[in-house]
């Protein structure tokens, strides 16, 4: 009677640490990827005292705190099933080890491939230079306006001059040729390239 009920005290105890496991992995992995950024303390073994994401700057590595939470939670769930069903921690430990490993190899493919997908939201003065818009206030000689520019995909309001102080009025299409901080130095487009 008492051997059956330890048995069963630690049958419920291996399963709630499986359990625990998958749960903790899972609430570390949301919280990760929801909260962490790119430097949110992950590091890879190739890539120690870097920013912490993989070498090629796509995404956190396999030994990332993204990626071992991954794997626990994998680890966690199949181990808990596992010993649920057949009741041997060896063969629920092992079979959670290699899922928790495939779980997270898929998971952090998933995550490189969105990480890879994102826009970035910084624009150098090199993106600038070639963008085409329209003058939304004009530029009087030897003065400043504001251009309205498509750089990278997005529309940009800066504040415009012209490189030798020439006027440019409201609504004429113009190309940047050199950027100065926050200002843009532009040129009218001619007829053929505005076009």
Request: charged share 15%.
């Amino acid at each position: 009677m008492i051997g059956s009920i330890l048995g069963s005290l630690k049958e419920l105890t291996i399963e709630l640490i499986f359990l625990s496991l998958c749960i903790s992995g899972s609430m570390v992995s949301g919280f990760s990827l929801f909260f962490g950024g790119e430097g949110d303390g992950d590091f890879d073994a190739h890539d120690v005292g870097h920013d912490g994401d993989d070498h090629d700057g796509h995404g956190p590595g396999l030994f990332s705190v993204k990626g071992l939470a991954l794997l626990v939670t994998g680890f966690g769930a199949i181990g808990f099933i596992v010993q649920n069903y057949t009741g041997k921690v060896l063969v629920a430990s092992v079979s959670g080890l290699l899922f928790g490993w495939v779980f997270a190899l898929i998971g952090l493919t998933f995550i490189r491939f969105f990480v890879s997908h994102q826009a970035s939201s910084h624009i150098s003065s090199e993106d600038m230079i070639g963008a085409q818009g329209i003058i939304t206030t004009s530029i009087p000689k030897n003065g400043q306006g504001e251009a309205s520019l498509s750089v990278l995909g997005r529309q940009m309001n800066l504040i415009a001059r012209t490189e030798n102080g020439t006027p440019i009025e409201y609504g004429a299409r113009v190309k940047v040729v050199r950027t100065e901080g926050g200002t843009v130095t532009v040129m009218r487009l001619t007829e053929n390239e505005a076009a």
